[in-house]
């Protein structure tokens, strides 16, 4: 695997093949942004570019040490290249996730065992407890320079200030849909497939890749039938029952991240509804196997009101990238859409 096989953020790639190719990688590196945009999958292949031996900016994916460390990836074992180990952190282990940086900064003086240089890929750093950052921050200031740490975290703000003021931070961004949907066809997956499947993982190219037709097939239908009841009426107390409780007691992140996902939808079956409503070419349809029933949606809610319903998904998603509560915000969500329909 090389740089150009990861899609998207095409300006952090293009700083580190600059770092690589005049030998000036930072021994200390975050790389921050949402999940799924492939922080992960670029420090590995900053891994094998920093003991390539084709390449001087990137992997080339054919000599020793890049088959090793790709091989160790796919296997997620360490011992098929022993210089590149990913430290996996849990935030419910905080005594194991002590003694894990701990290990990593003993190890992190050991010279290189077969390649040339070591790295360390350390997941979800933004969940450690300060003890284990603290555990962090003497290497991190001063490491081997043949020894390279890159923290992968999904909220920078959730780092220690000492950890961050020690690395050079990276921002990766949500990909693209149209970049989705291009790695998708290349993949083989049938366009029209493509299209939704990058339109409901909304930046996330690991969800894209991992997930299969029938599970967006079902987040499709569950988002259809809130939007469908809304406009059709339907007792919001129902509605309710079926979203606001629904994984409530999960992580907060999944909730969000699962809120997020059907108030996009929600919206681009809202524009489907004022594209129609509007008279405009069926052909532009981002849900075209759902034409029929827009059109009848389409016919009862006029654009007017289909704007409004956007307007109000727009401002839930802003919300929910605030506190992400499925029950308050569905809550809210169907409270304001019934009040802009008592106004009608």
Same mark, same amino acid.
């Given at each position: 695997?090389?740089?150009? #096989?990861?899609?998207?953020?095409?300006? %952090?790639? *293009?700083? &580190? =093949?600059?770092?690589? /190719? @005049?030998? $000036?990688?930072?021994?200390?590196?975050?790389?921050?942004?949402?999940?799924?945009?492939?922080?992960?999958?670029?420090?590995?292949?900053?891994?094998?570019?920093?003991?390539?031996?084709?390449?001087?900016?990137?992997?080339?994916?054919?000599?020793?040490?890049?088959?090793?460390?790709?091989?160790?990836?796919?296997?997620?074992?360490?011992?098929?290249?022993?210089?590149?180990?990913?430290?996996?952190?849990?935030?419910?282990?905080?005594?194991?996730?002590? #003694?894990?940086?701990?290990?990593?900064? %003993?190890? *992190?003086? &050991? =010279?290189?065992?077969? /390649? @040339?240089? $070591?790295?360390?890929?350390?997941?979800?750093?933004?969940?450690?407890?300060?003890?284990?950052?603290?555990?962090?921050?003497?290497?991190?200031?001063?490491?081997?320079?043949?020894?390279?740490?890159?923290?992968?975290?999904?909220?920078?703000?959730?780092?220690?200030?000492?950890?961050?003021?020690?690395?050079?931070?990276?921002?990766?961004?949500?990909?693209?849909?149209?970049?989705?949907?291009?790695?998708?066809?290349?993949?083989?997956?049938?366009?029209?497939?493509?299209?939704?499947?990058?339109?409901?993982?909304?930046?996330?190219?690991?969800?894209?890749?991992?997930?299969?037709?029938?599970?967006?097939?079902?987040?499709?239908?569950?988002?259809?039938?809130?939007?469908?009841?809304?406009?059709?009426?339907?007792?919001?107390?129902?509605?309710?029952?079926?979203?606001?409780?629904?994984?409530?007691?999960?992580?907060?992140?999944?909730?969000?991240?699962?809120?997020?996902?059907?108030?996009?939808?929600?919206?681009?079956?809202?524009?489907?509804?004022?594209?129609?409503?509007?008279?405009?070419?069926?052909?532009?349809?981002?849900?075209?196997?759902?034409?029929?029933?827009?059109?009848?949606?389409?016919?009862?809610?006029?654009?007017?009101?289909?704007?409004?319903?956007?307007?109000?998904?727009?401002?839930?998603?802003?919300?929910?990238?605030?506190?992400?509560?499925?029950?308050?915000?569905?809550?809210?969500?169907?409270?304001?859409?019934?009040?802009?329909?008592?106004?009608?």
């Amino acid at each position: 695997m090389a740089f150009h #096989d990861i899609a998207g953020n095409g300006h %952090a790639k *293009a700083i &580190l =093949k600059m770092a690589l /190719g @005049r030998d $000036r990688m930072p021994n200390s590196m975050l790389f921050c942004g949402p999940r799924g945009v492939g922080k992960r999958r670029t420090a590995r292949v900053l891994a094998q570019a920093l003991n390539c031996l084709n390449s001087k900016d990137d992997a080339c994916g054919e000599c020793g040490p890049c088959r090793a460390i790709e091989a160790g990836n796919r296997k997620n074992k360490r011992g098929s290249f022993p210089d590149v180990q990913e430290i996996e952190i849990r935030e419910d282990k905080t005594e194991i996730i002590i #003694d894990q940086m701990r290990e990593l900064r %003993a190890q *992190a003086y &050991l =010279k290189p065992m077969v /390649g @040339r240089r $070591r790295v360390f890929i350390v997941t979800a750093a933004d969940t450690m407890e300060d003890e284990a950052a603290n555990a962090l921050l003497k290497i991190l200031e001063e490491p081997p320079l043949f020894t390279h740490i890159i923290l992968l975290s999904e909220n920078s703000e959730k780092i220690l200030p000492t950890i961050k003021s020690r690395c050079q931070i990276l921002t990766f961004l949500p990909i693209s849909d149209e970049e989705i949907e291009k790695a998708l066809q290349e993949r083989g997956v049938p366009p029209d497939r493509a299209r939704i499947t990058a339109i409901v993982c909304r930046g996330n190219m690991e969800k894209a890749l991992e997930m299969d037709w029938d599970a967006i097939q079902a987040e499709r239908r569950n988002a259809w039938d809130f939007f469908s009841g809304l406009a059709g009426g339907t007792d919001p107390a129902a509605l309710l029952r079926r979203y606001a409780y629904k994984r409530e007691s999960g992580k907060r992140a999944a909730v969000k991240d699962e809120l997020a996902g059907l108030l996009e939808m929600l919206s681009i079956f809202g524009r489907d509804a004022v594209l129609l409503g509007e008279g405009g070419d069926p052909g532009l349809l981002f849900n075209p196997d759902f034409e029929m029933e827009l059109r009848e949606i389409a016919s009862r809610l006029g654009p007017g009101r289909a704007l409004r319903f956007i307007g109000l998904v727009h401002r839930a998603a802003a919300s929910n990238d605030k506190n992400g509560h499925f029950g308050a915000l569905t809550t809210s969500l169907t409270a304001q859409w019934l009040r802009a329909d008592e106004a009608q």
